[in-house]
């Protein structure tokens, strides 16, 4: 377990932790000279149970707000330290405001110097500080008088630092840890420190770094001062890496996680808890674990009830973020402490961004309060990847598995979708086949990325066939090799049609291109309007294909004539028109009709300005087996 402190500069912090560990926390030379806290100090202290509880004594001075916040930036248990001679000071109500912006579990008040004044004093100073509390929406877990020179109180606030209880995520959470300082031993090698924020470490793991390629290997581990084999979060970590980039050594601010990290968000969206109102792309700092960097505020709308408001962060260097991660926002000019965000989204769109449903989406985001809730919303509007929530959520194998449960969630190879969008999918499936059929007749169906498009869905390829066999399983749709159509679409030949495909077929295989109706009514001696309906039932069987309207041809030549196509396609980036006239033997006009078949069939595509093609997809017109 780790607490963090807070307070005024020469409030007594350092010798607070002093005379609970016995350890005297400012290690620098210049903090010795100074009498005063500059970088973060760590002291630990032996638990009854037998481990051992670490503390972080942050600097109170204003000038070194900024490692104040790497020092709380994780934090879940804090002790607010408040001299009784001097009371509530600017930097005690600035730690507060920054304190009130964490999730913290606990919140204890350490009235120091104590041997400095009376009992009254000490009375008025607690009364005072209860207030400032409470107008933070905070309640203190316990207030502790103590004198750090006489010892009185400090026992009774070690016994109540025993009963603290300390983070513990079991197996669910995957390692993840921010680095706040990172040196060289003579006979180990890099050294990093920092606080385990969730998962566990051992010896011999490999990890990814925020700042490198490579992987790196856990050479040797120090838990809260001991050297350990295996350690959890929530402890003071010191980590012995083998791989580190010399040309780029680790530092203060990067990042480790057993997962490879994603590109860091440059734009994430968060939801705003401000101190007071912010503007429109107005200049901020921001904080996040031991990094940080300027930013604009692009506000989303106008606020709610409670002040809260959404917003996209547009960061001058990206941050690696989480899902629920805080960010703290102070001044450009780092006056003052601003608010913080809660990362509701790692990326925006390109367009429609304030549009009131995606508004209520986010909206609704943001009041969940679990990842179980968070992917019921997300998953019912879109399949999410399963490397994306395994990062977003920071979840390790079993907690992946036990989040896809308590969502009631579909996995469907990599990807993770709630049943209630299969369901509507399906249905707008059937409904776009249908008014496809009801236009084009004559056709036989479309390819599966034709109809992804026609219906605008953006189910990823996998997902998207599952539900089409799905569909297929319970009757409603057909698959005429890569071609789907509705099941009543795929009626029997009625005996004039036939009869019609007994004289039609062999007469078909001896025509080297598309043939008219007319064509066909002279050869047969028919009627041409008799033809017409019977040709549609044939188009129906995956006989044969219209080109044009009237001009038909053999759907096993055309899978031929896509064979050679996509043989084309072996050995060349596009297809111009006059190559796919040598191809196929046929005369301009008859060829043109033919790629413009293939692009409407999907099966091409016309580049911009061109007379050339590339293929677009290579599943269709392949002969069923």
Same mark, same amino acid.
Request: aromatic share 6%; proline share 4%.
């Given at each position: 377990?780790?607490?963090?402190?807070?307070?005024?500069?020469?409030?007594?912090?350092?010798?607070?932790? /002093?005379?609970?560990? !016995?350890?005297? +926390?400012?290690?620098?030379?210049? @903090?010795?000279?100074?009498? $005063? %806290?500059? *970088?973060?100090?760590?002291?630990?202290?032996?638990?009854?149970?037998?481990?051992?509880?670490?503390?972080?004594?942050?600097?109170?001075?204003?000038?070194?707000?900024?490692?104040?916040?790497?020092?709380?930036?994780?934090?879940?248990?804090?002790?607010?330290?408040?001299?009784?001679?001097?009371?509530?000071?600017?930097?005690?109500?600035?730690?507060?405001?920054?304190?009130?912006?964490?999730?913290?579990?606990?919140?204890?008040?350490?009235?120091?110097?104590?041997?400095?004044?009376?009992?009254?004093?000490?009375?008025?100073?607690?009364?005072?500080?209860?207030?400032?509390?409470?107008?933070?929406?905070?309640?203190?877990?316990?207030?502790?008088?103590?004198?750090?020179?006489?010892?009185?109180?400090?026992?009774?606030?070690? /016994?109540?630092?025993? !009963?603290?209880? +300390?983070?513990?995520?079991?197996? @669910?959470?995957?390692?993840? $840890? %921010?680095? *706040?300082?990172?040196?060289?031993?003579?006979?180990?090698?890099?050294?990093?420190?920092?606080?385990?924020?969730?998962?566990?470490?051992?010896?011999?793991?490999?990890?990814?770094?925020?700042?490198?390629?490579?992987?790196?290997?856990?050479?040797?581990?120090?838990?809260?001062?001991?050297?350990?084999?295996?350690?959890?979060?929530?402890?003071?970590?010191?980590?012995?890496?083998?791989?580190?980039?010399?040309?780029?050594?680790?530092?203060?601010?990067?990042?480790?996680?057993?997962?490879?990290?994603?590109?860091?968000?440059?734009?994430?969206?968060?939801?705003?808890?401000?101190?007071?109102?912010?503007?429109?792309?107005?200049?901020?700092?921001?904080?996040?674990?031991?990094?940080?960097?300027?930013?604009?505020?692009?506000?989303?709308?106008?606020?709610?009830?409670?002040?809260?408001?959404?917003?996209?962060?547009?960061?001058?260097?990206?941050?690696?973020?989480?899902?629920?991660?805080?960010?703290?926002?102070?001044?450009?000019?780092?006056?003052?402490?601003?608010?913080?965000?809660?990362?509701?989204?790692?990326?925006?769109?390109?367009?429609?961004?304030?549009?009131?449903?995606?508004?209520?989406?986010?909206?609704?985001?943001?009041?969940?309060?679990?990842?179980?809730?968070?992917?019921?919303?997300?998953?019912?509007?879109?399949?999410?990847?399963?490397?994306?929530?395994?990062?977003?959520?920071?979840?390790?194998?079993?907690?992946?598995?036990?989040?896809?449960?308590?969502?009631?969630?579909?996995?469907?190879?990599?990807?993770?979708?709630?049943?209630?969008?299969?369901?509507?999918?399906?249905?707008?499936?059937?409904?776009?086949?249908?008014?496809?059929?009801?236009?084009?007749?004559?056709?036989?169906?479309?390819?599966?990325?034709?109809?992804?498009?026609?219906?605008?869905?953006?189910?990823?390829?996998?997902?998207?066939?599952?539900?089409?066999?799905?569909?297929?399983?319970?009757?409603?749709?057909?698959?005429?090799?890569?071609?789907?159509?509705?099941?009543?679409?795929?009626?029997?030949?009625?005996?004039?049609?036939?009869?019609?495909?007994?004289?039609?077929?062999?007469?078909?295989?001896?025509?080297?291109?598309?043939?008219?109706?007319?064509?066909?009514?002279?050869?047969?001696?028919?009627?041409?309007?008799?033809?017409?309906?019977?040709?549609?039932?044939?188009?129906?069987?995956?006989?044969?294909?219209?080109?044009?309207?009237?001009?038909?041809?053999?759907?096993?030549?055309?899978?031929?004539?896509?064979?050679?196509?996509?043989?084309?396609?072996?050995?060349?980036?596009?297809?111009?028109?006059?190559?796919?006239?040598?191809?196929?033997?046929?005369?301009?006009?008859?060829?043109?009709?033919?790629?413009?078949?293939?692009?409407?069939?999907?099966?091409?595509?016309?580049?911009?300005?061109?007379?050339?093609?590339?293929?677009?997809?290579?599943?269709?017109?392949?002969?069923?087996?």
């Amino acid at each position: 377990m780790i607490i963090v402190t807070a307070g005024h500069v020469d409030h007594g912090k350092t010798s607070v932790i /002093q005379a609970l560990t !016995g350890t005297d +926390a400012d290690r620098l030379p210049e @903090e010795k000279r100074r009498g $005063m %806290t500059i *970088d973060l100090g760590y002291a630990f202290l032996p638990m009854p149970d037998g481990s051992r509880l670490a503390f972080i004594d942050v600097p109170g001075h204003e000038k070194f707000i900024n490692n104040m916040l790497v020092g709380v930036s994780h934090a879940r248990h804090a002790l607010l330290v408040v001299a009784c001679n001097d009371g509530v000071m600017p930097q005690t109500r600035e730690h507060l405001e920054i304190l009130a912006l964490l999730p913290l579990q606990s919140l204890t008040l350490v009235l120091s110097k104590t041997d400095l004044v009376s009992p009254q004093r000490q009375l008025q100073v607690a009364e005072e500080c209860q207030q400032l509390l409470q107008s933070f929406g905070l309640q203190a877990a316990g207030i502790f008088p103590v004198s750090s020179l006489s010892g009185e109180g400090i026992d009774a606030l070690r /016994q109540h630092i025993y !009963g603290l209880s +300390a983070i513990s995520d079991g197996n @669910e959470l995957a390692f993840r $840890m %921010t680095l *706040d300082r990172a040196f060289t031993v003579k006979g180990a090698g890099c050294v990093v420190t920092g606080t385990l924020i969730s998962g566990a470490v051992a010896v011999g793991d490999t990890l990814y770094s925020s700042a490198q390629k490579d992987a790196l290997r856990v050479r040797a581990i120090h838990a809260q001062g001991q050297a350990v084999t295996s350690v959890a979060a929530g402890n003071r970590v010191a980590l012995n890496l083998a791989g580190t980039d010399n040309h780029r050594p680790p530092q203060r601010g990067d990042w480790l996680s057993t997962m490879v990290p994603p590109a860091a968000s440059g734009r994430p969206v968060v939801l705003l808890r401000a101190q007071e109102a912010l503007g429109h792309w107005q200049s901020v700092h921001c904080h996040h674990g031991a990094e940080h960097t300027l930013a604009h505020v692009s506000l989303l709308g106008e606020p709610n009830a409670q002040g809260q408001q959404l917003a996209e962060l547009v960061l001058q260097q990206p941050l690696l973020l989480c899902q629920d991660d805080r960010i703290i926002l102070r001044h450009a000019a780092g006056k003052q402490t601003l608010g913080a965000g809660r990362v509701l989204a790692l990326s925006v769109p390109n367009r429609r961004k304030r549009t009131a449903q995606r508004l209520e989406s986010l909206w609704a985001l943001a009041q969940t309060t679990d990842a179980a809730g968070s992917l019921q919303l997300l998953t019912a509007k879109a399949a999410l990847p399963l490397e994306e929530v395994r990062w977003r959520w920071q979840l390790s194998d079993a907690g992946l598995q036990q989040l896809q449960q308590q969502a009631g969630l579909r996995q469907i190879e990599q990807w993770l979708v709630a049943p209630s969008l299969l369901a509507q999918e399906a249905e707008h499936f059937v409904a776009v086949l249908g008014e496809f059929h009801q236009h084009s007749p004559d056709q036989l169906g479309v390819g599966l990325s034709r109809l992804l498009r026609m219906s605008h869905s953006h189910l990823p390829l996998p997902v998207a066939k599952a539900v089409m066999a799905q569909l297929v399983a319970d009757g409603r749709l057909l698959q005429r090799g890569s071609m789907w159509c509705l099941t009543e679409h795929k009626q029997q030949l009625s005996p004039q049609a036939q009869q019609f495909w007994q004289q039609l077929q062999p007469w078909l295989l001896q025509q080297d291109g598309p043939v008219w109706v007319t064509d066909m009514a002279t050869a047969l001696t028919l009627d041409a309007d008799d033809i017409r309906p019977l040709c549609i039932q044939l188009v129906q069987q995956g006989y044969i294909n219209a080109i044009v309207k009237d001009r038909y041809m053999l759907n096993v030549r055309l899978c031929e004539i896509a064979d050679s196509i996509r043989e084309h396609f072996r050995y060349h980036d596009a297809l111009e028109t006059a190559e796919f006239k040598t191809l196929v033997g046929l005369g301009r006009k008859v060829a043109i009709q033919l790629l413009e078949f293939f692009d409407r069939s999907g099966f091409t595509r016309r580049k911009f300005r061109s007379n050339s093609r590339d293929l677009r997809d290579g599943e269709l017109f392949r002969e069923q087996g």
